[in-house]
Nanobody
């Protein structure tokens, strides 16, 4: 059974940091690109970051570039999202997802986690 389990969300003040983790179960993690997406209340799910299976390629949304870093550990079947200099507009539910290619479109991703809440207070 495929499962993506996110953790690390929480409440943080503006300017603070959080590190999200997403552990994969039930598929060959090292064969998949991984992505992070987020969804704020009343808004569409949006792309945050993606990383290729080998970690040689990464891509970020303009809104998070320079503040967020995506990484992965294929030995641990885990992808991470280090989030620094957080802003109130980063408040959302954050989802990890798996795809064959490191794209930016949510519709192309095969597997999804349940999400973890990130709240940034002003």
């Amino acid at each position: 059974q495929v499962l993506l389990k996110e953790s690390g969300g929480g409440l943080v003040q503006t300017g603070g940091s959080l590190r999200l983790s997403c552990e994969a179960f039930g598929f060959t993690f090292k064969d998949y690109a991984m992505g992070w997406f987020r969804q704020a209340p009343g808004k569409d799910r949006e792309f945050v970051a993606t990383i290729s299976w080998s970690a040689e390629y990464t891509n970020y949304a303009v809104s998070v570039k320079g503040r967020f870093t995506i990484s992965r550990d294929n030995a641990k079947d885990t992808v991470y999202l280090q989030m620094n200099t957080l802003k109130p507009e980063d408040t959302a539910v954050y989802f990890c997802a798996a795809d064959r290619l490191p794209g930016t479109m949510a519709s192309s991703y095969y597997y999804w986690g349940q999400g973890t809440q990130v709240t940034v207070s002003s």
